[in-house]
């Protein structure tokens, strides 16, 4: 079995096509670069073959490269990945050059590139060496680099390469950003050189007819000039200043691949293309060896796939969602519905108000039309998706439903009495799932005559935006519900986490800790803008002040009362409710009042953080070092996500980071809260714990799990992540 393939036709064009045996998706692997290496060699040797087309015998083309490949490069350290990209490099350099004479650009044998479909990472990379790229017009192809999402970046040329076709600035939204195009946007951007019907008969016609010119890329030609400028051109300085100041002000400095991939095309473009190569492998090799990559791919590609594709799914016959009854028309009930709709499920959207529901169905009308005006969705797929809603005030509709989601006010009462409505129509074998944040499920199922169906699905606002949804398994959960929320979840196209029921769960566990911590610290007198800044210093996508006020001061009110009211004397934030409800006393609410931690002009756009809390929380003379703060601010997340792995309420370590990342931006370049305490190692975290526990209390005590791990050395994917992946 091989992963490349070539036939050769009587008009003397060699049809080499990438089909890995066993794969959805196209990947590349060592052995499959070292096929299309000998095979290209064969055609260029040929004196029958007057030119060549790479192409796919799948849907897409390919969807990047085997991740087994680069685990395999680090093996051998640095010098092993270093070794490898630059036989990367080498095989796609061939192409490019294609046997042309060294002096005259002369005599080589055009090569086309024909992607029937999406084309990511190395699949685009692959591409970029050959001489032509023909795309199939296929709206659904998605074509780019991607790489920088997971903490690395286009290391096989794609760097290089696209930054001399279409200069530092054109590229950057594609290298920084990980843009992805279709292949009309594609083209028009540059990426790629046409559209076609049959993008293989295209460049089967292109390469008979191509003449030698057609072959040599233009930083191969004499007198090249980088479009914009090189960095010693006045533009281009201009433009690379200004890259990396978006760099930085984006990542704050804490992900060593967008640093990395600014510095070799910085470099790269001073030196001739092959040299700029070596350079591009060089930083390369610097992000692949850096932890953070390391922890980035694991979690956010290895184990978030995982996850979606159900690695903790009970062993239950398909649970495919038909029929979804959603109760509560909100914005949460109408983002439910919206997402349903939209990935072919009926809905029946009930509300107290026929007004309500209608509100609630509108939701999705509104999104469509925005889709719409941006050219994402046309009328016909709007009238498709609102077709598939039904709003009404008749629990009677529910009637056929095989999965029920609830989301009524969050009160015990409400909850109940909604249950109880549709469990009188509704299929004795239709699962009954809560959307609620803080919520007990094993309290709320005593209202269901069927605990065993009954589960909690938490759903992040705004729903159409949030990838994470997080399922609660009651104390009588049964299997068959958990599969069903998870099939419903990968339906939707969101990723799952399953956690056991406790007090907030898994996600709220965490980030209440965190914005109770920044909170704490305004009342201990910190600069309210060195806990802002510290934070986002770590990697948080916003400071603990910024979010309190972005999730509604209120609201933070409502919950310190209830978890109050449940702990008793053992409740341990009063200094942080000081803050709070003075603030809301105020009628400083957050962004929906305008007014909170910050100050909002009239138009609602955030401006400083508000002069008054300096009035009543002046600043204290001698201020906290800033690891001090990011320390305070870290490990106040970090340790509840230790304490549910301890207590059970989280069973998988994939799920706590994958969850912090999605759920609520713990620092994504860390991979997570389990990731981070494995790069500080555990006996330093237990170090840092106790130090911080001597300063300010009990809340930062080192759990025993850490503990104990810091005295047998142990990291927790040593001991958790490779037991978990192979049961």
């Not at 690379?240 to 070799?264: D, E, I, Q």
């Not at 492998?281 to 953070?292: C, E, G, H, L, Q």
């Not at 969101?494 to 709220?508: C, E, L, W």
């Not at 920044?518 to 770590?538: D, H, Q, S, Y």
Request: charge should be neutral.
């Amino acid at each position: 079995m091989t992963d490349f393939t070539m036939k050769k036709d009587a008009d003397g064009v060699a049809i080499v096509t990438w089909d890995v045996p066993g794969k959805s998706m196209n990947v590349l692997s060592l052995e499959g670069a070292a096929e299309l290496g000998g095979l290209i060699d064969e055609a260029l040797a040929d004196e029958a073959v007057k030119g060549i087309v790479i192409t796919s015998g799948k849907a897409d083309f390919a969807g990047g490269m085997d991740l087994n490949v680069i685990a395999g490069m680090k093996q051998g350290g640095a010098q092993g990945v270093f070794d490898g990209v630059m036989g990367l490099h080498r095989l796609l350099r061939k192409i490019e050059l294609a046997g042309m004479d060294p002096k005259t650009r002369a005599g080589g044998k055009p090569i086309a590139s024909a992607l029937p479909g999406t084309a990511l990472g190395i699949g685009l990379e692959l591409p970029l060496s050959t001489h032509r790229i023909f795309a199939a017009d296929n709206p659904r192809a998605r074509i780019g680099l991607p790489e920088i999402m997971v903490g690395i970046f286009p290391g096989a040329g794609g760097t290089t390469r696209l930054t001399r076709k279409l200069g530092a600035m054109m590229a950057a939204p594609f290298l920084l950003e990980g843009k992805l195009s279709d292949p009309k946007k594609a083209k028009a951007a540059g990426l790629i050189d046409e559209v076609a019907e049959d993008p293989v008969a295209a460049a089967r016609a292109w390469v008979l007819s191509a003449k030698d010119a057609d072959l040599v890329k233009p930083w191969d030609a004499k007198g090249y000039k980088m479009p914009g400028g090189e960095p010693f051109h006045p533009a281009g300085f201009m433009t690379f200043v200004g890259a990396s100041a978006m760099v930085h002000g984006k990542t704050m400095g804490v992900y060593p691949a967008a640093k990395a991939l600014l510095s070799a095309v910085y470099e790269g473009a001073l030196v001739p293309f092959d040299q700029a190569l070596k350079i591009e492998a060089r930083w390369f090799t610097k992000v692949i060896m850096n932890p953070s990559s390391a922890a980035m791919i694991r979690s956010l590609f290895i184990n978030k796939g995982a996850l979606e594709k159900g690695a903790n799914r009970p062993d239950a016959p398909d649970q495919t969602v038909r029929k979804v009854g959603i109760l509560g028309a909100g914005m949460m009930g109408a983002g439910i519905a919206y997402v349903s709709a939209m990935a072919g499920i009926e809905v029946v959207l009930i509300d107290a108000r026929q007004d309500a529901a209608e509100r609630g169905k509108a939701y999705s009308e509104n999104l469509l039309d925005k889709a719409i005006s941006r050219k994402k969705a046309t009328e016909e797929k709007k009238a498709e998706v609102l077709g598939r809603i039904t709003a009404t005030t008749d629990y009677a509709a529910l009637e056929g439903c095989d999965l029920i989601v609830e989301a009524v006010f969050e009160d015990p009462a409400v909850k109940a009495e909604v249950t109880a409505r549709a469990e009188a129509v509704i299929p004795q074998d239709a699962i009954f799932a809560t959307n609620t944040s803080t919520l007990p499920i094993s309290d709320l199922a005593k209202a269901s005559k069927r605990p065993e169906q009954f589960i909690g699905i938490h759903f992040f606002s705004p729903v159409d935006k949030m990838a994470l949804v997080e399922i609660i398994k009651g104390r009588e959960t049964g299997p068959r519900a958990v599969a069903k929320a998870l099939d419903f979840v990968r339906q939707i196209r969101k990723t799952p986490i399953v956690v056991n029921d406790a007090r907030f769960f898994y996600a709220n566990r965490c980030i209440i800790p965190y914005i109770n911590e920044g909170v704490r610290m305004v009342a201990e007198g910190v600069n309210p803008v060195l806990i802002e800044n510290a934070a986002k210093l770590m990697g948080m996508p916003l400071g603990p002040l910024q979010l309190v006020d972005e999730t509604s001061i209120d609201l933070g009110v409502k919950i310190a009362k209830a978890t109050r009211a449940a702990m008793g004397d053992a409740y341990p934030d009063d200094a942080v409710d000081e803050v709070l409800f003075w603030l809301a006393d105020q009628g400083r609410l957050g962004r929906k009042s305008n007014a909170g931690f910050y100050a909002y002009d009239e138009a609602g756009k955030r401006q400083a953080l508000w002069e008054g809390l300096d009035a009543k929380y002046p600043r204290a003379g001698e201020q906290p070092d800033l690891h001090e703060v990011q320390h305070r601010l870290m490990f106040a997340q970090t340790l509840e996500a230790v304490r549910a792995l301890e207590e059970g309420v989280l069973e998988d370590i994939r799920e706590g980071d994958v969850g912090a990342i999605l759920g609520w931006g713990f620092a994504p370049w860390s991979g997570g809260p389990f990731s981070w305490l494995d790069m500080l190692g555990a006996a330093r975290a237990a170090r840092i714990c106790d130090d911080l526990t001597a300063r300010h209390g009990a809340r930062f005590a080192t759990p025993a799990l850490l503990r104990e791990m810091a005295a047998r050395g142990d990291s927790f994917y040593d001991r958790f992540g490779a037991k978990r992946q192979a049961a």
